[in-house]
């Protein structure tokens, strides 16, 4: 019976994770080395002669011991010395180990003298000593071995350091990557050298490293060491200097990774896993747009928002936003149910208690637009639901009328039928002089939110005209003519150029070819494009929400134009390859309806300053109000007849600004 209970005890014993196993060893060490380094004090104490230990020491140190051991064992657990991974230890264990030895001495002196028998002051001192060594001796040792055991390992089984790395950054974040590279059993990389611009720390080294330069270096020190991985590690610098270090070492071929943030150093969350792949935002050389929100946040709160395209680029980035601020009710509304779906996911599990609701419904429905006013009735409602790509447009123009102009007018008659208080178009820098469908038609939004505006202002938004296609006959009787009392609902657009990393944009798709081989394919050499993150976007147009009086366009300031040539070339040299050698880079002509460069105001306009200085107001150009709720009848009846043919011409006829390009040569 007795070997069976033993032999079960083994058994439960093996069972333990591997983390509690080491837990109890280091445990069992500790109760013996805690009292072995009193004892070996009091040993020393008399020249290592056990035979002379007066009894009365031995009695009491015999005495104290178990009391000892089970305060150490107590103390250490609360100290978290068996909660810690010590195969990553480092200062700040040796740290708690000596607050643990300082206690514990303490407590050890007060209650032997007081309980047994006063020690010679020897035993004291050395006693705590001899604990702090063998304490902090089998932590650090363990880190070692595991170390030792996984160079040994990679040497025998024919694995070499796969990476030579070169740093870039001497400072503390710099330093705690190296210790994780250096410890890792699992990084197979090894640091050769280290640039910094602070030359305090050149011709030094840092745990055997050598600070070799500041950025003028970088060059040579990857020919010198043959260097195949770039780590940027320092989360503190300006973006301006980001960029001008990553710009050469993009020149590198090497593979360039950065930290994200300081926020990360905050935290203590520094490693090697939380470097990630230099983005062409890090290359933008632009600080980050930071705003004061207090206004947005005051707008928003306890409101019911109904954010249209709510599972696009923009409209998710709008939702998330808008999340932040705790609205009443948030909808999102889109005709894509699993676009919708995943904002709608993303946002219960960061906001449970958000109240939210997701419907799936076209913006061209008037039925179910008008429903969905009547419901909720919502008191701001960001627009961005739209058609976007210029080439697919150029070939469904009769689409692009439908969804952007006619779904706009729809929204916006529902809006104030219903007593909205504040409708936002999100606009495009392709509605300025369109030489394209998909802008001609977001120009005719801004333009069906200036007339909105204007009718409502002069008292006449009974004379708005319905639009309704053949499947809308059936409208409610609450949307008949002399139903609408006086509407207070302010109409204003927001006009802003490309977002980065948006659905369709160009980058995702350089990406692609990257990684499939090439080419890239850019349309023409000098094509330029203004950029501007999505994040950063949304918050200028929350921000001009709250601005807006009535009919403005407000124009938000992108910053200087990019060649897209440019941004694909420095994503080929980022993917550690070259242009036209390893990818090539293909011209493949400008595409219908495509500029060489974007506008952000047309010239008629104008421009008027806000308190925001990323944020103008366009003077609106003027047209006759009544003349153009004809001519959206008439785009409305031809578009529905797809009358292909017919409905460009017709579209220039209304958009004076419009100049198709058919055709353009390379």
């Known amino acids: 019976m007795v070997t069976k209970k033993n032999t079960s005890k083994r058994r439960s014993f093996w069972r333990l994770s591997h983390s509690k196993q080491i837990m109890l060893y280091l445990m069992a060490y500790d109760a013996i080395v805690v009292n072995m380094a009193y004892f070996m004090a009091l040993w020393l104490r008399f020249d290592l002669h056990f035979h002379v230990i007066p009894k009365i020491y031995l009695s009491a140190f015999l005495g104290f011991a178990p009391f000892y051991t089970i305060f150490c064992l107590f103390l250490f657990w609360k100290l978290k010395l068996y909660q810690s991974i010590w195969q990553y230890a480092s200062v700040a264990e040796a740290n708690r180990v000596i607050f643990a030895t300082g206690i514990s001495a303490t407590v050890h002196i007060l209650l032997i003298t007081l309980l047994f028998h006063r020690m ?217 149910e699993n676009n919708a779906y995943d904002i709608e996911q993303e946002l219960k599990r960061k906001y449970p208690t958000l109240n939210l609701k997701a419907i799936i419904g076209s913006v061209r429905d008037s039925r179910r637009i008008n429903r969905i006013f009547e419901i909720y009735k919502p008191e701001i409602v960001y627009h961005a639901a739209a058609h976007k790509h210029v080439p697919l447009m150029e070939g469904s123009p009769c689409e692009a009328v439908k969804n952007n102009a006619i779904g706009t007018y729809k929204t916006a008659y529902a809006a104030m039928k219903n007593g909205c208080k504040r409708f936002v178009l999100i606009s495009t820098d392709k509605a300025v002089n369109p030489v394209n469908i998909m802008g001609a038609s977001k120009r005719l939004c801004e333009m069906i939110i200036q007339t909105f505006d204007y009718m409502i202002k002069n008292h006449r938004e009974q004379e708005l005209p319905l639009l309704h296609a053949h499947m809308d006959d059936d409208l409610s009787s609450m949307e008949k003519k002399g139903q609408i009392q006086h509407s207070q609902t302010q109409f204003v657009a927001v006009r802003f150029g490309n977002v980065l990393g948006s659905n369709g944009s160009v980058i995702p798709l350089f990406k692609r070819q990257i990684e499939e081989g090439g080419p890239v394919t850019v349309t023409h050499p000098d094509i330029i494009r203004y950029f501007m993150t999505i994040p950063e976007a949304v918050s200028l147009v929350l921000k001009a929400s709250v601005m807006g009086k009535g009919s403005e366009i407000f124009v938000l300031d992108m910053g200087s134009p990019v060649k897209i040539d440019t941004l694909a070339r420095n994503l080929i040299k980022l993917s550690g390859l070259r242009p036209n050698i390893d990818i090539k880079i293909t011209y493949t002509g400008l595409r219908s309806g495509e500029k060489l460069y974007e506008e952000k105001l047309m010239a008629e306009e104008g421009l008027t300053r806000t308190e925001n200085n990323l944020i103008h107001i366009g003077r609106p150009i003027p047209f006759d109000n009544d003349t153009f709720l004809t001519q959206v009848k008439q785009l409305m009846n031809a578009s529905y007849a797809e009358q292909e043919d017919k409905i460009c011409s017709l579209v220039a006829s209304v958009v004076s600004t419009y100049h198709p390009i058919r055709e353009v040569k390379k």
């Open 120 to 336: 010679p002051l020897s035993y004291y001192i050395f006693g705590a000593l001899f604990q702090f060594v063998l304490v902090t001796f089998i932590r650090f040792v363990y880190r070692f071995l595991l170390w030792e055991r996984a160079k040994y390992s990679n040497v025998h089984n024919g694995i070499a350091p796969a990476s030579r790395i070169l740093l870039i950054g001497a400072g503390d974040a710099g330093q705690i990557i190296l210790r994780d590279i250096q410890r890792s059993q699992f990084t197979h990389g090894k640091v050769y050298a280290i640039i910094d611009d602070d030359s305090d720390k050149w011709e030094r080294s840092i745990s055997g490293v050598p600070v070799v330069g500041g950025r003028d270096e970088i060059l040579s020190a990857v020919k010198k060491y043959n260097i195949n991985k770039i780590y940027f590690t320092i989360p503190s610098t300006s973006a301006q200097t980001r960029r001008d270090i990553l710009n050469i070492c993009k020149e590198t071929q090497c593979q360039i990774k950065v930290l994200p943030g300081i926020y990360q150093l905050v935290n203590e969350e520094i490693s090697v896993r939380q470097l990630k792949e230099v983005s062409v935002e890090d290359l933008l050389g632009r600080e980050p747009i930071i705003m004061n929100m207090t206004d947005v946040s005051s707008f928003i709160t306890g409101k019911t928002i109904l954010v249209t395209g709510g599972g696009g680029s923009i409209g998710s980035e709008l939702c998330r936003q808008i999340a932040l601020y705790k609205p009443k009710l948030l909808i999102i509304f889109d005709m894509y």
